[in-house]
């Protein structure tokens, strides 16, 4: 499969909990985002790399949010102390150029 | 105001249907202009991206855009029951996608 591929599919976690997300995106694509999907709403932009430099992040993510991409490859998104309103599918893209291509996303409930 | 708005429908069509879906918005800046369509519980899927006004086709589905107006389409012709998904326009200022902006997507459902 060349596609973006992101793991865990699922996560369960209590609050208060650290939980991690990692994406692989598609190989020869240098830019990579997180975004973040709740019910019923479009995708909202969280991050963006381009190789390894975190070029922007959006106000949505706080200082309990972190994401880095070490060597310009994979990316994993941490969030700490994990709150209720953390809850929704967190999707990463990646791009060459126009059009960006979307991971199947990993559904965050936070009991 | 939202930048981008997107009626959510839900959008119910028999089989075969010409099916038209739109957004509007409201920032200017917005040159590229991309359709995704979503399956429950997946992520987005890529189904056409278009630059400036105009229109493209790709098989049944065809992209039109105007500028102008702040207004973007998607037709599906000859829609299928696998056409049954949510439908998202995304639009972004730059090539680089980081400023992209999605709507809340539109359900469509086609009938057998």
């Known amino acids: 499969d060349t596609g973006v591929s992101q793991n865990p599919r699922h996560k369960i976690t209590k609050r208060g909990q650290n939980v991690t997300f990692r994406c692989d995106p598609i190989s020869e694509h240098n830019r990579l985002y997180w975004y973040r999907q709740t019910l019923g709403q479009g995708p909202e932009f969280l991050t963006y790399?381009?190789?390894?430099?975190?070029?922007?992040k959006s106000r949505l993510l706080s200082d309990r949010f972190s994401a880095e991409r070490p060597k310009g490859s994979f990316s994993t998104l941490e969030i700490q102390r994990t709150e209720q309103g953390d809850s929704a599918m967190y999707l990463c893209?990646?791009?060459?150029?126009?059009?960006?291509?979307f991971g199947q996303g990993t559904r965050l409930t936070v009991v | 105001q939202k930048e981008v708005e997107q009626d959510p429908g839900p959008l119910s069509v028999p089989e075969g249907a010409i099916v038209s879906l739109n957004c509007t918005y409201s920032?200017?800046?917005?040159?590229?202009f991309m359709w995704y369509r979503q399956y429950s519980r997946k992520g987005p899927e890529l189904l056409m991206y278009t630059y400036s006004s105009g229109n493209k086709e790709d098989g049944r589905f065809t992209a039109q855009v105007d500028k102008s107006s702040k207004y973007i389409s998607l037709f599906i012709r000859d829609s299928q029951p696998s056409d049954s998904a949510t439908y998202l326009c995304a639009m972004s200022a730059s090539q680089s996608n980081n400023d992209m902006r999605f709507g809340a997507g539109t359900r469509l459902t086609v009938k057998p």
């Open positions: 920032n200017s800046a917005f040159q590229y």
């Open positions: 893209a990646s791009s060459l150029v126009l059009g960006a291509f």
């Open positions: 790399f381009q190789n390894e430099a975190q070029l922007e």
